[in-house]
C-alpha cells in the first residue's frame, strides 16, 4: 500500500484540511480523492509529486463567472 494525501482547498487555494491515504495504486488513489471533492477544491499528492487537482463544481463556476464582464452599452 502506498501513502497519498489530498490536500482540501479553500477559495484562495490554502490547505484547509489532509486526509491521508493509503491506497493500492494511484488509480485508487485518484478515485478516493475525488470522493472528496464538495465545495473545496482537493489536490492528491504523493510525497513531494503533485498527481492531480479535482475542481468543486462551485469553483468551476465561481471562476467562470469572475472572468465574464458585464458588456458596457454603446456610448451615444
Known sequence: ?????????????????????QCADEQEARERAEQLVDVNDVELWQLDRRIAVFEA???RTSKSA??????RPPDE
Do not use: N
Open 1 to 21: 500500500m502506498a501513502h497519498y494525501r489530498a490536500y482540501l482547498l479553500d477559495q484562495y487555494h490554502h490547505v484547509i484540511s489532509v486526509a491521508h491515504l
Open 57 to 59: 463544481v462551485t469553483s
Open 66 to 71: 469572475a472572468k465574464v464582464r458585464p458588456r
